[in-house]
């Protein structure tokens, strides 16, 4: 299975701050990924696809980058509700595998 | 509107059964890949399973291969997981996903759209 490495597990960061957490494969994933945000007692909620591509409706604050086995997400000023837990998902390999998960608190 | 719901969870002894389903509506159910994740209380997200659309091809994480079968009933617009000798490893809200597919430039694209509110199964003694 294709294991991924998220980092960090946790950051404290302020509002307006530039966040940015990364996920690293154990293998090549093309861009075959994507990162969720999931909020207390929610289900996730889908921001980037295919690395880099913004889901419609997703603040442009948030962007994704990266290609084959490293890939960053970057909040680049972070917002009261962007505090949350943030996933990668490789999908290029069955059976797909999610990062760890990145916590995102205040400072 | 899509929903998902997610039902048959509940407490059962380590080395038992359930069988999770999710009722699907809003969508043409039987067109679309559907998956399970979980996630433990405290814990992070876990894949699990996965099923094409017409039940053709299956997929299953190691860590429950062999104990959990996922199936549909596209008659009845439902998925449905089959979990088995579970232990406390197992205990987890349970997601029932809609996987979403198209084209970019780049090739195939694939992420989840749609998310059950989730089933909490609970092993214990």
């Known amino acids: 299975d294709i294991q991924m490495t998220q980092s960090p597990s946790s950051l404290s960061a302020s509002v307006g701050d530039r966040v940015t957490i990364t996920c690293r494969a154990s293998q090549g994933i093309r861009n075959d990924l994507g990162w969720y945000q999931q909020k207390p007692g929610k289900a996730p909620k889908r921001l980037i696809y295919a690395a880099s591509s913004l889901h419609s409706g997703v603040p442009s604050r948030f962007s994704g980058s990266g290609s084959g086995t490293e890939f960053t997400l970057t909040i680049s000023s972070l917002q009261p509700e962007d505090f949350a837990t943030y996933y990668c998902?490789?999908?290029?390999?069955?059976?797909?595998?999610f990062g760890q998960g990145t916590k995102v608190e205040i400072k | 509107e899509v929903h998902l719901v997610e039902s048959g969870g509940g407490l059962v002894q380590p080395g038992g059964s359930l069988r999770l389903s999710c009722s699907a509506s809003?969508?043409?159910?039987?067109?679309?890949?559907m998956h399970w994740v979980r996630q433990a209380p405290g814990k992070g997200l876990e894949y699990v399973s996965a099923i094409s659309y017409n039940g053709g091809d299956t997929h299953y994480a190691d860590s429950v291969k062999g104990r959990f079968t996922i199936s549909r009933d596209n008659s009845k617009n439902t998925l449905y997981l089959q979990i088995s000798s579970l232990s406390a490893e197992d205990t987890a809200v349970y997601y029932c996903v809609k996987e979403e597919s198209g084209r970019s430039p780049s090739g195939l694209i694939y992420y989840f759209d749609y998310w059950g509110q989730g089933t909490l199964v609970t092993v214990s003694s």
């Open positions: 998902l490789q999908h290029n390999t069955y059976p797909w595998t």
């Open positions: 809003g969508f043409t159910f039987s067109t679309y890949s």
